[in-house]
């Protein structure tokens, strides 16, 4: 899996397209989608289908997801709200109400042959809803990097309005989890999911940062073992998944959270972190995303009318929501078009979603697939 993600890469870096979609795209030759439909016999031999051999390759997956969104939090710079304008929140405010209202509406209308759960559908409206109104954070930020736009006021009401959306879109996603966790929405478990999320946030701020700030300082300046540090960022990563976990949200909630405390460490080593995101980008990510697409059939898509449906509806209420957003709140035609079309990037966000939906019994496979679509 690993090395056909490797080639998809590649040759997608070559033709000047995305890396993920290479990863994901050898993951659909390598899964049902056409290695399994025209070869069954072979792909049984390949990936055998006993549970217990392919939770050891969802494994490793999961904690390439888990990492994914470390490094996604050490991309989220919070430094960023301190100058938001007027612009940038009342652009991710409507960015993200309108996809959400309508992202509900179309779970409320969907016909219980997507749902995996026909009886939970104000659940998987809520999730689907929450699907389609987050964004990609780090996808945002490469496409401004490589259109050098990082320094001007277009950029920077776009990476405020994407750091909003993300925290936003995050939290919304780990109470659904919660909740779904539970069976059922209740009010009480809502409200004491919220307050453990809360009292995490805040343990975060209070405890957490002041904490590694000492530690990673302490490493650095004391430790005789190789890479200490980057022990201390994964120990810390995965004890926050597990906490966020047992809480009720999903464990890269906690994950992305470490990645943000850490990014305002001022003593963290930049050569660790590149270390770190080498080994989750070169290998745990593209076994993640090609394990995404061996989950995928698009034989289940019944000629793809609904998937036209959510692809027109997701795309359609980021840039309708954010154009108006970014009009109210001051800015021109084209800079609000702009800002509309840069929210537009779910990229490795969705896939994680995807992922999370599936995991949790939200999505059934032919939902799943068209999600990732």
């Keep these: 899996v690993c090395s056909s993600d490797l080639a998809g890469a590649e040759l997608c870096r070559r033709l000047g397209f995305p890396v993920v979609i290479g990863e994901l795209l050898a993951g659909l030759l390598l899964g049902p989608s056409v290695f399994g439909h025209f070869a069954p016999?072979?792909?049984t031999l390949t990936f055998p289908q006993q549970a217990m051999q392919y939770h050891l390759l969802e494994v490793v997956g999961i904690l390439g997801m888990v990492l994914l969104l470390l490094m996604t939090g050490l991309e989220t710079d919070l430094r960023l709200l301190r100058g938001l304008g007027r612009s940038a929140l009342v652009a991710s405010a409507a960015g993200m109400a309108l996809p959400f209202a309508m992202g509900f509406g179309l779970g409320m209308w969907m016909?219980?042959?997507y749902l995996a759960a026909p009886q939970q559908r104000i659940l998987f409206s809520l999730f689907l809803a929450t699907a389609l109104s987050i964004s990609a954070m780090p996808v945002i930020a490469k496409i401004l990097m490589d259109l050098d736009l990082t320094r001007r006021n277009i950029g920077v009401v776009i990476l405020s309005a994407g750091v909003i959306d993300d925290t936003t879109g995050w939290l919304m996603l780990s109470l659904i989890a919660g909740a779904v966790s539970q069976g059922?929405?209740?009010?009480?478990?809502l409200a004491k999911t919220l307050g453990l999320t809360a009292a995490f946030l805040v343990a975060s701020a209070v405890i957490l940062y002041p904490l590694l700030r000492w530690?990673?300082?302490?490493?650095?300046?004391r430790a005789r073992t190789p890479d200490s540090d980057m022990v201390l960022i994964i120990c810390v990563t995965l004890i926050c998944a597990a906490i966020t976990e047992w809480i009720g949200i999903h464990a890269v909630f906690g994950a992305f959270v470490v990645g943000v405390v850490l990014r305002q460490v001022p003593s963290l080593r930049a050569e660790s972190v590149q270390r770190i995101e080498g080994f989750v980008l070169s290998i745990l990510g593209p076994i993640f995303f090609g394990i995404v697409g061996l989950k995928v059939d698009i034989w289940q898509l019944q000629g793809g009318g609904m998937l036209a449906i959510v692809l027109t509806v997701a795309c359609l209420g980021k840039l309708i929501g954010c154009s108006a957003g970014g009009m109210l709140g001051g800015m021109r035609f084209w800079e609000s078009l702009s800002v509309a079309v840069a929210m537009n990037a779910r990229g490795a966000m969705e896939l994680v979603v995807a992922m999370i939906g599936l995991s949790l019994g939200i999505l059934n496979q032919q939902m799943f697939s068209i999600i990732v679509c």
């Design 215 to 221: 530690l990673v300082r302490l490493t650095a300046q």
């Design 184 to 189: 059922a929405v209740k009010l009480t478990d």
């Design 41 to 43: 016999g072979l792909f």
């Design 111 to 113: 016909p219980e042959g």
